[in-house]
């Protein structure tokens, strides 16, 4: 059975940095391309960042420099840092095996002004 379980969401100021983890199981974890969503209320779920199994990175343009996707395929995770945080950051980020369209459960992030 699929779990993908992320972590480290939580309230945090303007400027200030969060680092979300994604432990996944069931899944053959170094051959799934990884990402890390993100929906804020009233609007659509958006794609943040992903990365490939060969660590090649896209990031959406509003938070380029400022967040960082990397994945350990020895311990099955896949993390978000998350520096200069912005309010219009805050949502519940969540993490996708985008190779077989399997989701976490959401961890929220909220950034105050």
Not at 23 to 40: D, T
Request: with cysteine; net charge positive.
């Amino acid at each position: 059975q699929v779990h993908l379980v992320e972590s480290g969401g939580g309230l945090v100021q303007a400027g200030g940095s969060l680092r979300l983890s994604c432990a996944a199981s069931g899944i053959m974890f170094r051959l799934n391309v990884m990402g890390w969503y993100r929906q804020a209320p009233g609007k659509e779920r958006e794609l943040v960042a992903s990365i490939t199994s060969i660590g090649s990175t896209n990031y959406a343009d509003s938070v380029k420099g400022r967040f960082t996707i990397s994945r350990d395929n020895t311990k099955n995770t896949v993390y978000l840092q998350m520096n200069s945080l912005k309010p219009e950051d805050t949502a519940v980020y969540y993490c996708r095996a985008l190779t077989i369209g399997a989701w976490g459960q959401g961890t929220q992030v909220t950034v105050s002004s």
